[in-house]
Every structure is written in structure tokens, then in C-alpha cells.
């Protein structure tokens, strides 16, 4: 068995696995031995409801980190938005709204997951 460390959560956890290709059991997090993290800045947890804008196009969800230079986000469902696009994103709680690129997403068991880079213009 081998121990890893999430670097998002820093849960510990155990798999037979022989590479680290997975997500973390317990924030969901894909935790990728030989990439170096591309967000170097610090991410700060945190569960919000946003909305993501793109037209008329409104998604509900909800943030997983924030960070000076992005953010990760979760829903239940299906993303209607695609690698590469620019959209709106909007936290209330947070009296936020920034422009973002979607740099990644991936679906689990219903889930859908984004990286979004803010924009700097």
C-alpha cells in the first residue's frame, strides 16, 4: 500500500495503485504525481455559490478553492461550457465578479469539475 497526501485538503490516504492518478477520496481533487501544480499561488478553500455567465447562458455552482490568479468549481450535471472559453463569474457572498478562462474540466459520477484562470483585462 501506498500513502499519499492530498496537496489541496492534505488528507492522507492509502491505494494499492501503483501511479497517483486520482482523485482525492476526500475533496475530489486529481492528484498527479509527475505534473508540477500550474496554480503556485496559495488556494484558499472554500465552498460559495456562484453563478458562471456566459450570453444568456446562467450556471449555477459552487466555488472549491479560490486563489489570486483562479479558482476550481463543482455542480451536479453537465458543464455547458467548453476548454478555452470566456466566461462571467459572479460570488455574491464574496461581492465578487470577474472574467475567466476555463483552462480544464472533468466529469465525475455526475459531477463536473472546472479550473478557471481570471483574466487579466
Known amino acids: 500500500m501506498n500513502k499519499l497526501n492530498c496537496s489541496r485538503c492534505e488528507s492522507a490516504f492509502y ?3 501503483k501511479t497517483s492518478h486520482m482523485p482525492c477520496p476526500n475533496c475530489g ?3 498527479k504525481s509527475d505534473e508540477c501544480d500550474r496554480r503556485v499561488q496559495n488556494r484558499q ?4 455559490f456562484c453563478d458562471i455567465l456566459k450570453g ?5 455552482a459552487k ?3 479560490i486563489s489570486e490568479t483562479g479558482m476550481g468549481i463543482k455542480m451536479m ?3 455547458p461550457f467548453d476548454q478555452n472559453e470566456t466566461v462571467n ?16 474540466t472533468k466529469k465525475y459520477y455526475g459531477i ?3 479550473g478557471l484562470r481570471f483574466c487579466k483585462f
Not at 478553500?45 to 460559495?48: F, V
Request: proline letters at 2%.
Open 29 to 31: 481533487f486529481t492528484i
Open 63 to 65: 466555488t472549491v478553492d
Open 77 to 79: 450535471g453537465y458543464l
Open 15 to 17: 491505494t494499492a495503485a
Open 112 to 114: 463536473s469539475r472546472a
Open 45 to 48: 478553500t472554500t465552498q460559495k
Open 89 to 104: 463569474i459572479f460570488i455574491q457572498e464574496l461581492d465578487m465578479e470577474k472574467r475567466a478562462q476555463i483552462v480544464w
Open 56 to 60: 444568456e447562458v446562467k450556471v449555477p
